[in-house]
T-cell receptor
Framework: GAVVSQHPSWVICKSGTSVKIECRSL??????MFWYRQFPKQSLMLMAT?????????EQGVEKDKFLINHASLTLSTLTVTSAHPEDSSFYIC???????????FGPGTRLTVT | EDKVVQSPLSLVVHEGDTVTLNCSYE??????LLWYKQEKKAPTFLFML????IEKKSGRLSSILDKKELFSILNITATQTGDSAIYLC??????????FGKGTSLLVTP
């Protein structure tokens, strides 16, 4: 159990367009979901924490109007990169926790390339 | 500001060697230290350490935490080419969020 999926796994978009990335917990209800970004040869940087039904908490330096997070159900969170620019090209990974557990289950990641 | 620092940043060893990866942390309200292995996709969980001095072991991998000196090590014995990956450590505070280090890139050559 505890499988997290992401869709799409890879996306290329043009500068100025918006891209939505989905994160789903397939076999459990995710009380909290996290969104991370990873640039090449860098570590995972936490972007935001989201709890179902409430507004996401963004880390310092992450623009909430640019990276829209919606956690509408206990199994789905979405990250929308609005007006994407080449510098937004990165590997975006979500993770989820269930119940009272602190263990995070990671999705496989989404590679975003903005041309 | 919370900080997790890993060393070395990269390492190349021969199959059969033993490696030690280091992780030092400064995390307010520290609760646990986690190790992950990352190959081409998302990280996979290795260990979670909450208590000092208690070694956790899984096959050829082991890890230990020193809460007094604020560091952890990950040991891999008899390395294999399949151990080649980036190893990440992360500190967790009283919340759920993880603060990751930059990782150690390990390459095991045949």
């Amino acid at each position: 159990g505890a499988v997290v999926s992401q869709h799409p796994s890879w996306v290329i978009c043009k500068s100025g367009t918006s891209v939505k990335i989905e994160c789903r917990s397939l076999d459990f209800q995710a009380t909290t979901m996290f969104w991370y970004r990873q640039f090449p040869k860098q570590s995972l940087m936490l972007m935001a924490t989201s709890n179902e039904g409430s507004k996401a908490t963004y880390e310092q330096g992450v623009e909430k109007d640019k990276f829209l997070i919606n956690h509408a159900s206990l199994t789905l969170s979405t990250l929308t990169v609005t007006s994407a620019h080449p510098e937004d090209s990165s590997f975006y990974i979500c993770s989820a926790t269930r119940g009272g557990s602190y263990e995070q289950y990671f999705g496989p990641g989404t590679r975003l390339t903005v041309t | 500001e919370d900080k997790v620092v890993q060393s070395p940043l990269s390492l190349v060893v021969h199959e059969g060697d033993t490696v030690t990866l280091n992780c030092s942390y400064e995390v307010t309200n520290f609760r646990s230290l986690l190790w992950y292995k990352q190959e081409k996709k998302a990280p996979t969980f290795l260990f979670m350490l909450t208590s000092s001095g208690i070694e956790k072991k899984s096959g050829r991998l082991s890890s230990i935490l020193d809460k007094k000196e604020l560091f952890s090590i990950l040991n891999i014995t008899a390395t294999q080419t399949g151990d080649s990956a980036i190893y990440l450590c992360a500190g967790r505070d009283s919340g759920y969020a993880l603060n990751f280090g930059k990782g150690t890139s390990l390459l095991v050559t045949p």
